[in-house]
Structure formats: structure tokens, C-alpha cells
């Protein structure tokens, strides 16, 4: 499959549109709070269309990923393995800063209790695992597919590109389909992301004229204290890189352009196709990207996850809950289990940090305390899962001997 390619560069790079549509957000926002706020439409223009492309994307490059490695079942099951060893050790590692952190600034003593913002009805404080397991064999895959859970999606495209690579050359008609499909999608891709410094300004425009600094400065300890956790976590995945051989600064120019997508519009699925791009672009091979990707989008969250375990710490401050050993254990392992288990469900970040509440006795109202600065928490902690996912999948083709493929010069779209 190639990459989208023309032979005309940008006058300005993509990276400096979008940080300059960042930045005139912000000025809109407060000096033009009307005209910022009418631009909502579209910025949900912009997050619609690519969330329009993430299901196609996922199922073709899943499929083709897993079809490809298919007839090597070893480097298939060596990939999944350190993939998920890696999450689960960056998980734990995250939540300890997080709680680390939390015990030298202390963001939560003295914080007045009253509430700032609503909290969804209904919030789920438990995942039942039985759900959680049934929900990943979709029923109907159609139906799968024009949901919100990539999870059954990526389980049927699992068993797909194992079915097709055992089924040799009868498969390589809809192999070719696939190919040519995933082809088309980049393309799109390319399309919708040269909007994405007109969209980040509407976006960021709408968030600062409707929410402004006032709900910064209200808990502005906490906003600073997440930051600096991030700031850790982006030195530890500096010097993984630097262990095995990479470039960090060299990577993060390299992705610089999910990173800023992901900080301005605050979610995942939207970096996902130009991330994958990106990754590919860089001499990632495909059938790498494709399984690795996916999976780390639902299961290595770092920067969200870090957030849980200081949110959780803010608040057993606010409320004078003491954390003895016991009560941070429990912690530990009922956020690493929660980050897990609501990866698929509807307000998953705080169904997570629900259930951790109502385990060391929180009332899970209490969430309404942090909501209100939420989005702007929400920000960095995407940015950085977009890093993180970076990291893993570099980490991942050392681990398993996996070579770069030759890199194209291409010119921006």
C-alpha cells in the first residue's frame, strides 16, 4: 500500500498551521468569546470525519497486519506478547508517579468540596468482566462496526487475517481489496487532516470561550501537578528511546502531528489514522503498526493513566482520607484492572477512577470537584498517550528483531 503523496510542499508546515490554529484559538477565545463559541460546529465537523474513517481503518489494517504475520505464527505471538507485558509494566509505572506526585504536593489539602460541573447519570463504579469479555465477540459484526467500541471490531479483524492466512491463495483476491481500501483511507486521511489548522482553532476557540481560566485557577495545583507528571512520564520515554537506539527528538518531530491533533481535540480515535500514517511513513512495517496501534490505543493510556492515580490522591486529599500502604496497594491494582476493564465502555477515564473511589470508600460524587477543569486535564494527557503509543510500538520491533523497512522521501500532502 503506498503512501499519499504529491509533489507540492506547504508553504508552512502542518505542525506550524496547527500550533498557529492553537495558539489564535486561545486569543479567540477570550477576546471573541461569541464568535468562538459559534464555531463549535466545526470542530465537531472535523472530529466526525475522522472518526469516520477509524473503523475502516482498523478492520483493514488489523486484517492485513494479522495476515501478514500470519504465516509466522512466532513473530505474531511474540509482538502480542511484549506488546501487552509492555502495557501492563508502563500501567503500573504510571500509576506509581501518579500517586508519587501526589504524596510531595499534596494538590488536594484544602480544596473547597462544593461541585463545579455535573456528573453523567448513572456512572458505572464496577466492570463486570463477564460483559466485558462477551462484548468482544460481536454478534453481529456489522453492527460492530457502526458502534463506538473498536474492541469486537480488532477481535473480528484478528480472526479474519488468521482465517485468510491459512486459506493461501484463494485469499488473495479480498487481500488485494483490503490492500486497496486501507490505500484509500490514507488517502482520505490526508484530505481531512490538511483542515486540521482551521479545526484546532475552532476547537480550541469554542473550549477557552465557553470554559475560559477561571475554572483553571480553581484548581490550578492540581492542572500543574498533572503537567509535571507528564513531564516525567515524556523524560522516561525520552531515555527508553535513547536505550534502544532511537532519537527522541527525531521521533517527536516525526509525530508531532498526532500529538498536536490529540492535544487540541482531546481524543483518541482522531490521531489514530494519521498516527498509523506516521508510524509508516518512518520505515514501521505495516503488519507492526496495524496490531501494535490498535492495541495500544485501548490498553496504554499512560498519561490518562497517571491522571487516575493522582485524581484518586487529589481527592482522598480533599476529603482527608489518609493513604496508608494497604490503601495505595489497593490502588494500584484496582486502577491497572479499571484502566483495563473500561477501555470499551461509554466514559471510560471516569468509570476508571469511579470504581478506585468506591474502593478506599470516596463518594464517587466527588468527581464533580475535578470535572470542571477536566478538558483542559484532558488535553495533555491524550497528547502524551499519543507519545507513549509511539514508544511502545519502537519498543516492541527492538524487542522482537523486527528491521525498518526503507523510507520513501514523500512530500507533505
Request: net charge neutral.
Given at each position: 500500500?503506498?503512501?499519499?503523496?504529491?509533489?507540492?510542499?506547504?508553504?508552512?508546515?502542518?505542525?506550524?498551521?496547527?500550533?498557529?490554529?492553537?495558539?489564535?484559538?486561545?486569543?479567540?477565545?477570550?477576546?471573541?468569546?461569541?464568535?468562538?463559541?459559534?464555531?463549535?460546529?466545526?470542530?465537531?465537523?472535523?472530529?466526525?470525519?475522522?472518526?469516520?474513517?477509524?473503523?475502516?481503518?482498523?478492520?483493514?489494517?488489523?486484517?492485513?497486519?494479522?495476515?501478514?504475520?500470519?504465516?509466522s505464527a512466532?513473530?505474531?505471538?511474540?509482538?502480542?506478547?511484549?506488546?501487552?507485558?509492555?502495557?501492563?509494566?508502563?500501567?503500573?509505572?504510571?500509576?506509581?508517579?501518579?500517586?508519587?506526585?501526589?504524596?510531595?504536593?499534596?494538590?488536594?489539602?484544602g480544596v473547597?468540596?462544593?461541585?463545579?460541573?455535573?456528573?453523567?447519570?448513572?456512572?458505572?463504579?464496577?466492570?463486570?468482566?463477564?460483559?466485558?469479555?462477551?462484548?468482544?465477540?460481536?454478534?453481529?459484526?456489522?453492527?460492530?462496526?457502526?458502534?463506538?467500541?473498536?474492541?469486537?471490531?480488532?477481535?473480528?479483524?484478528?480472526?479474519?487475517?488468521?482465517?485468510?492466512?491459512?486459506?493461501?491463495?484463494?485469499?488473495?483476491?479480498?487481500?488485494?481489496?483490503?490492500?486497496?481500501?486501507?490505500?484509500?483511507?490514507?488517502?482520505?486521511?490526508?484530505?481531512?487532516?490538511?483542515?486540521?489548522?482551521?479545526?484546532?482553532?475552532?476547537?480550541?476557540?469554542?473550549?477557552?470561550?465557553?470554559?475560559?481560566?477561571?475554572?483553571?485557577?480553581?484548581?490550578?495545583?492540581?492542572?500543574?501537578?498533572?503537567?509535571?507528571?507528564?513531564?516525567?512520564?515524556?523524560?522516561?520515554?525520552?531515555?527508553?528511546?535513547?536505550?534502544?537506539?532511537?532519537?527522541?527528538?527525531?521521533?517527536?518531530?516525526?509525530?508531532?502531528?498526532?500529538?498536536?491533533?490529540?492535544?487540541?481535540?482531546?481524543?483518541?480515535?482522531?490521531?489514530?489514522?494519521?498516527?498509523?500514517?506516521?508510524?509508516?511513513?518512518?520505515?514501521?512495517?505495516?503488519?507492526?503498526?496495524?496490531v501494535v496501534?490498535?492495541?495500544?490505543?485501548?490498553?496504554?493510556?499512560?498519561?490518562?493513566?497517571?491522571?487516575?492515580?493522582?485524581?484518586?490522591?487529589?481527592?482522598?486529599?480533599?476529603?482527608?482520607?489518609?493513604?496508608?500502604?494497604?490503601?495505595?496497594?489497593?490502588?494500584?491494582?484496582?486502577?491497572?484492572?479499571?484502566?483495563?476493564?473500561?477501555?470499551?465502555?461509554?466514559?471510560?477515564?471516569?468509570?476508571?477512577?469511579?470504581?478506585?473511589?468506591?474502593?478506599?470508600?470516596?463518594?464517587?460524587?466527588?468527581?464533580?470537584?475535578?470535572?470542571?477543569?477536566?478538558?483542559?486535564?484532558?488535553?495533555?494527557?491524550?497528547?502524551?498517550?499519543?507519545?507513549?503509543?509511539?514508544?511502545?510500538?519502537?519498543?516492541?520491533?527492538?524487542?522482537?528483531?523486527?528491521?525498518?523497512?526503507?523510507?520513501?522521501?514523500?512530500?507533505?500532502?
Open positions: 500500500m503506498e503512501m499519499t503523496k504529491t509533489s507540492k510542499k506547504r508553504p508552512i508546515p502542518l505542525p506550524i498551521q496547527m500550533v498557529l490554529g492553537l495558539v489564535l484559538g486561545i486569543v479567540f477565545g477570550f477576546v471573541a468569546p461569541h464568535f468562538s463559541q459559534a464555531l463549535a460546529p466545526v470542530g465537531t465537523a472535523f472530529v466526525q470525519a475522522i472518526k469516520m474513517i477509524v473503523v475502516p481503518l482498523v478492520f483493514t489494517a488489523i486484517t492485513l497486519g494479522i495476515y501478514q504475520m500470519g504465516n512466532k513473530q505474531l505471538g511474540k509482538v502480542s506478547a511484549i506488546s501487552l507485558l509492555y502495557f501492563f509494566i508502563a500501567t503500573v509505572v504510571a500509576i506509581i508517579i501518579g500517586l508519587a506526585l501526589n504524596a510531595m504536593f499534596h494538590p488536594g489539602v473547597n468540596l462544593s461541585h463545579t460541573a455535573e456528573l453523567p447519570k448513572n456512572i458505572n463504579t464496577t466492570v463486570n468482566w463477564t460483559k466485558f469479555f462477551l462484548d468482544m465477540i460481536p454478534s453481529n459484526v456489522f453492527a460492530a462496526m457502526s458502534g463506538t467500541n473498536l474492541l469486537p471490531v480488532l477481535v473480528f479483524a484478528v480472526l479474519l487475517g488468521l482465517a485468510l492466512a491459512s486459506t493461501g491463495s484463494r485469499a488473495k483476491p479480498l487481500v488485494d481489496v483490503l490492500d486497496a481500501l486501507m490505500g484509500a483511507v490514507f488517502k482520505l486521511t490526508g484530505w481531512i487532516i490538511a483542515l486540521s489548522p482551521i479545526a484546532i482553532f475552532a476547537i480550541i476557540a469554542w473550549l477557552f470561550s465557553t470554559q475560559g481560566m477561571h475554572t483553571i485557577l480553581a484548581l490550578l495545583k492540581l492542572v500543574l501537578v498533572m503537567y509535571l507528571g507528564l513531564g516525567v512520564l515524556l523524560v522516561l520515554f525520552a531515555i527508553l528511546m535513547l536505550c534502544i537506539g532511537e532519537h527522541p527528538l527525531k521521533t517527536a518531530k516525526a509525530v508531532s502531528e498526532p500529538v498536536i491533533l490529540a492535544f487540541a481535540t482531546r481524543s483518541s480515535e482522531a490521531t489514530l489514522p494519521l498516527h498509523m500514517e506516521k508510524l509508516v511513513e518512518m520505515g514501521v512495517p505495516k503488519a507492526v503498526a496495524s496501534l490498535p492495541l495500544g490505543y485501548a490498553f496504554n493510556r499512560d498519561g490518562s493513566i497517571m491522571y487516575f492515580a493522582l485524581a484518586v490522591g487529589f481527592l482522598a486529599d480533599a476529603y482527608n482520607i489518609p493513604l496508608d500502604p494497604s490503601t495505595l496497594l489497593s490502588i494500584i491494582v484496582v486502577t491497572t484492572l479499571a484502566s483495563k476493564g473500561s477501555a470499551n465502555v461509554p466514559s471510560g477515564g471516569l468509570v476508571a477512577i469511579a470504581m478506585v473511589l468506591t474502593t478506599i470508600g470516596i463518594p464517587v460524587e466527588a468527581l464533580a470537584i475535578i470535572a470542571g477543569v477536566d478538558a483542559f486535564l484532558d488535553m495533555g494527557r491524550t497528547a502524551v498517550n499519543v507519545v507513549s503509543n509511539t514508544v511502545a510500538v519502537k519498543l516492541v520491533m527492538r524487542w522482537a528483531g523486527i528491521a525498518y523497512e526503507p523510507v520513501e522521501e514523500t512530500a507533505e500532502v
